[in-house]
């Protein structure tokens, strides 16, 4: 976040079993710290580009940064990108010529030991103004390693030459930085405990390595809850922090140190949390700082299953995974019956919790939803950290399906579950939060099986007069049309699939422009997707519209086959209001009773 520190302090009781009984651990038959590689950043980076001093990253194009001699300008910053000036000094796109200098390439070894040397002598300690410098050290600090043992190997030695002594020192320095620079118990303060360790192993220092253990003990049960949630507040660092933790693991057996249970324990638990947000399309739900990506198959996992699609593994025993973090993950089954399939089946996801930290969007309330093979309702997603206006329409809460009040400050509440309900045919949930001041909100959610379904019941209430528009983000390929006050219908061209979306006054009337589409604005910004960082899609929001001091929003999002109907009848019945639905030709009741429960009634 602007202007704070990205130190994350450990706020649950350390693991006490990180380190103890080493003398059980079976490991290599000597220490050994492996190269973890360059996160494919190396990929872009060809030798021959080495060669003429060129660092391509990201969507831009590559650049030349130094004199053609291995001379390097380290204050090059041609896009303006803290991203790209990050990973420039994180020198992983030396990656292919420290891979071709371990095979024997002298000509690549000189010209990255030029290169890495050079940042060296250029950036003495401690780098810590510079703020690219500073958040790269724990992977420079892997890159100085990977490339301290392609030396040994191109040139088929034990010891490290004198001409190159120098990496040894750069490795001592940058263990200096990870030791008085931790940044705590999250993605930054592991991968740093991890790189502090493995100088530690590589050069034998007992201090590097205990230190990093107690940082591993003080940060996994932070960084990972008690029900196996990340504090991150993004399904993708989730993804990212399940492998961090086993690189961990692995790294620590590798170097005779025993990694004890509590990490592989919670990393368990957070395998059963990726699978629950793993949606019917094979995805991780896009929540938070997520690209849209699909769920790893680790194999013996929940993951296994869930990232394959069904095709490996065995079918996760849960359905519904509720989560004091801040999560709702539901799904009407796991393709078990042949009659639907793994994509066949509905899926979903809502917010609460916590207010908004590290990687996480202002969308508490909000929801995802696929059925019928494909995206239904999606989450604005994830741009790039450097979008400018567009960064932050993203985070906000105009990017995510909930209820807004945009003349309002927003205010980063918590968010509270406060009644939920798991039935065989049908998911009841209750939110509640104060987005802004003098501003109550409240939201129901019904999720229904046979039909599939979803249903919202949005109030809100206000001490000054309000715009609140409850927003439904549908998929970049559909084109929505509004044919009411109550109805739109939202299809993709050729699909077997469309949406329709509809309200039904409920406790309020409807006023002119109940309903209406937003596309591919940029004043106000809306109506787009980020399916990843650089990349933004047109996309229709519908906006269902009231202005006042209270606002009742009772929604239906209803897919159906492309030819199919949706017809309703409302009734009341004493205290209760009832709503009749026929989808494709299945009946379903909704009700609302008197004292504002939200249920399925048949």
């Known amino acids: 976040m602007p202007g704070a520190t990205n130190v994350v302090p450990p706020t649950a009781p350390p693991a006490t079993d990180i380190g103890q009984n080493n003398n059980k651990v079976q490991s290599l038959a000597a220490p050994f710290y492996a190269c973890p590689g360059f996160s494919g950043i190396e990929k872009t980076n060809p030798v021959a580009n080495l060669y003429a001093d060129k660092f391509q990253w990201g969507p831009y194009a590559a650049y030349k940064v130094g004199n053609g001699g291995g001379n390097i300008n380290w204050a090059s910053n041609p896009y303006k990108n803290a991203s790209w000036y990050m990973w420039f000094h994180s020198l992983r796109w030396l990656g292919q010529g420290i891979i071709a200098a371990g095979q024997g390439d002298l000509t690549a070894l000189t010209r990255v030991n030029t290169i890495a040397y050079d940042w060296y002598r250029d950036n003495p300690y401690s780098w810590k103004a510079n703020v690219g410098a500073w ?20 040139l088929k030695v034990t010891t490290l030459p004198t001409r190159y002594a120098w990496l040894d020192t750069a490795l001592l320095s940058h263990a200096r930085f990870l030791t008085n620079y931790w940044s705590g118990a999250w993605n930054h303060g592991t991968d740093e405990s991890i790189a502090l360790f493995g100088v530690g192993c590589t050069l034998n220092r007992t201090d590097y390595k205990n230190l990093a253990q107690q940082r591993f003990a003080a940060g996994i049960t932070t960084s990972i809850d008690s029900q196996g949630a990340t504090n991150e507040q993004s399904t993708g660092y989730a993804s990212f922090n399940y492998s961090l933790w086993g ?6 057996q590798n170097c005779g140190v025993n990694p004890g249970t509590t990490i592989s324990t919670r990393r368990a638990l957070l395998a059963k949390f990726l699978a629950l947000a793993t949606n019917s ?9 997520t690209e849209v990506q699909s769920t790893y198959p680790w194999v013996g996992t929940p993951l296994e299953y869930a990232g394959s699609l069904g095709a490996q593994g065995s079918a996760p025993p849960w359905r519904v995974g509720i989560y004091s973090a801040g999560y709702v993950f539901g799904r009407t089954g796991w393709g078990t019956d042949a009659t639907r399939g793994f994509t066949g089946e509905s899926s979903y996801s809502i917010r609460f919790g916590p207010p908004r930290a590290f990687h996480g969007h202002f969308d508490h309330t909000s929801i995802t939803y696929t059925a019928r093979g494909r995206d239904i309702i999606v989450d604005g997603g994830y741009a790039a950290y450097n979008a400018g206006a567009y960064r932050t329409w993203v985070v906000s809460p105009s990017a995510h399906s909930d209820l807004t009040t945009p003349m309002s400050t927003y205010l980063n509440p918590t968010t509270r579950l406060t009644a939920s309900s798991v039935k065989a045919n ?15 909100r409240v939201r129901s959610v019904l999720v229904l099986k046979d039909p599939d379904l979803l249903v919202t019941w949005d109030r809100a209430s206000a001490r000054s007069a309000q715009a609140f528009q409850t927003l439904w983000h549908l998929p970049s390929d559909q084109r929505a049309s509004v044919y009411s006050r109550t109805t739109a219908v939202a299809a993709a061209p050729g699909d077997t699939t469309k949406t329709i979306l509809f309200q039904v006054p409920f406790k309020q009337a409807l006023p002119p422009g109940a309903i209406l589409v937003k596309q591919a604005q940029t004043s106000p910004i809306q109506g787009w997707v980020y399916p990843s960082s650089y990349v933004r899609k047109s996309a229709p929001t519908l906006m269902l519209a009231r202005s006042g001091t209270t606002a009742s929003i009772l929604s239906f999002v209803v897919p159906v086959r492309s030819t199919g109907s949706v017809t309703y009848s409302v009734r009341q019945s004493g205290t209760t209001f009832i709503v009749n639905l026929n989808v494709g030709g299945k009946a379903a009741s909704i009700a609302i009773s008197g004292g504002g429960s939200l249920y399925r009634a048949g």
Not at 281 to 289: A, E, I, S, T
Request: with cysteine; proline share 2%.
């Open 135 to 154: 958040e790269s050290t724990m992977h420079r600090t892997n890159v100085l390693i990977c490339l301290r043992q392609a030396i040994l190997s191109g």
């Open 247 to 252: 690189r961990a693991i692995a790294v620590m």
């Open 281 to 289: 399309l094979g995805k991780l739900h896009q929540l938070g700082d």
């Open 426 to 440: 049908a998911e009841a949930y209750v939110l509640s939060d104060a987005p802004g001041s003098g501003i109550s």
